[in-house]
């Protein structure tokens, strides 16, 4: 008698450890209809996967860059009226005289044409550098890396401007270059702060035992 049972412990621990896992969320009854259907247990899939291989980290979403830009873009344009101003002594002060005297003209003109200027590079450059840190660190969870990422894609940013000047016949090169890269490096970095909020960070999912 009592090897008899010992015998039905056997079997029904060999089941047990023959049964496949259950899976979280799956009745038990469905996830055995599935076997008996198929022949196999069904599989238990991960977290959705990107078109890359698997989830990103890092998720940024399309309003948060365009106003990482915006904010990039409206420093890069502060940036500049402020040297112009200073470089050239001018002033935003307009004489009682009117419009068309004094250093009014030339601020206004100022005023109109960096904005303008500035708009094609931050656009044509500015924004597939900063789509290719976003790609580059899809995977990377910590946000002071993305800010230092961006920080040198702002410094490279203006080097393909400065070197055609350069071919040109331009002044110093590296000066130039230092100057550029660091106000581009500035501007990516404030942008990038900006949005730390809407930048949404997945949580590490441990791996199954």
């Not at 008698?1 to 450890?17: C, R, S, Y």
């Not at 931050?122 to 976003?134: D, N, R, T």
């Not at 940013?157 to 660091?182: Q, R, W, Y």
Request: aromatic content about 10%; some cysteine; proline content about 9%.
């Amino acid at each position: 008698m009592g090897n008899t049972a010992d015998q039905g412990n056997a079997v029904h621990d060999g089941d047990a450890a023959a049964r496949p896992p259950q899976i979280p969320g799956l009745h038990p009854e469905t996830q055995e209809l599935i076997t008996a259907r198929y022949g196999r247990p069904p599989v238990q899939y991960g977290p959705p996967a990107s078109r890359y291989g698997r989830s990103p980290a890092t998720r940024y979403s399309a309003t948060a860059f365009v106003i990482g830009w915006l904010v990039a873009y409206g420093t890069l344009v502060v940036l500049s009226l402020a040297y112009g101003f200073y470089w050239s002594g001018m002033s935003l002060e307009i004489p009682s005289s009117g419009l068309l005297s004094g250093t009014a003209p030339s601020s206004v003109m100022l005023l109109a044409y960096i904005p303008l200027f500035e708009v094609f590079p931050a656009l044509f450059i500015g924004v597939p550098a900063g789509l290719g840190v976003v790609f580059a660190l899809r995977n990377v969870r910590n946000q002071w890396l993305h800010v230092l990422g961006f920080a040198v894609a702002g410094f490279l940013t203006p080097a393909p401007i400065v070197l055609l000047a350069a071919a040109g016949g331009g002044g110093d090169v590296l000066a130039t270059l230092l100057l550029f890269g660091g106000a581009g490096a500035l501007c990516a970095v404030v942008g990038r702060l900006a949005i730390w909020k809407l930048v949404e960070v997945t949580t590490p999912v441990d791996p199954a035992p």
